[in-house]
């Protein structure tokens, strides 16, 4: 009996290794076989789904494209060759308001008529785009005052746009500029 169980022990003990190598081959196996299969489907999905031929075309590849033609420029240079005016614009409003600021915004129709992305749903005359770029600071759109007048009462620059938002001012510039923020009270001195 003693030598019966040793004799199955040994044998069992060189199949171990290669019941481990053949375990590690079909693990391979089946990792690749994996790959592949959802390799095939990002393809099919990238060729029959207009969504996902946008992020890969106009996110990530042009996106990679800038980052390798400008290797130098800083993050705001680079989301400037980006996303053009409206990054300019917003970041000149960014420059140019504390992080405290309650800003007012132009209803959609003044973004509409201006020099703004005029192709998406994305840029300047999407709220929720402004916020990214220029949190902390709080907007309210002109659409939205009725909503919230408590914040409406609040605030404190105007975003000028296409010439509208200088009848927000309780003074009078000097020279009206298209595209600007001011602050809506004149502080003396200025």
């Known amino acids: 009996m003693g030598k019966k169980s040793k004799k199955k022990r040994q044998a069992s003990a060189k199949k171990q290794p ?3 190598a053949t375990k590690k081959y079909t693990a391979f196996v089946n990792n690749v076989l994996v790959t592949i299969g959802l390799l095939i489907l990002l393809y099919v999905l990238y060729k029959a789904v207009p969504g996902y031929q946008f992020v890969v075309d106009r996110l990530v590849l042009a996106n990679l494209n ?5 290797p130098n420029l800083s993050t705001p240079k680079k989301f400037e060759a980006k996303l053009g005016f409206d990054y300019r614009f917003i970041h000149y409003v960014e420059q140019n308001t504390p992080e405290d600021a309650v800003i007012l915004m132009p209803p959609d129709s003044i973004f509409a008529k201006s020099d703004f992305n005029k192709r998406g749903t994305w840029g300047v ?3 929720t785009w402004d916020i990214y770029f220029l949190y902390p600071r709080t907007l309210i759109s002109e659409q939205d005052s009725s909503r919230y007048p408590e914040l409406y009462h ?3 620059y ?3 746009v296409n010439g509208w938002g200088y ?3 309780n003074y009078r510039v000097q020279a009206e500029h298209p595209y600007t923020v ?3 009270l004149q502080t003396p001195g200025s």
């Open 18 to 20: 290669a019941q481990q």
């Open 66 to 70: 800038i980052i390798q033609e400008n």
């Open 125 to 127: 005359k999407t709220k």
């Open 154 to 156: 609040k605030i404190t």
């Open 158 to 160: 105007v975003m000028i």
């Open 167 to 169: 009848d927000k001012l």
């Open 182 to 184: 001011l602050p809506i």
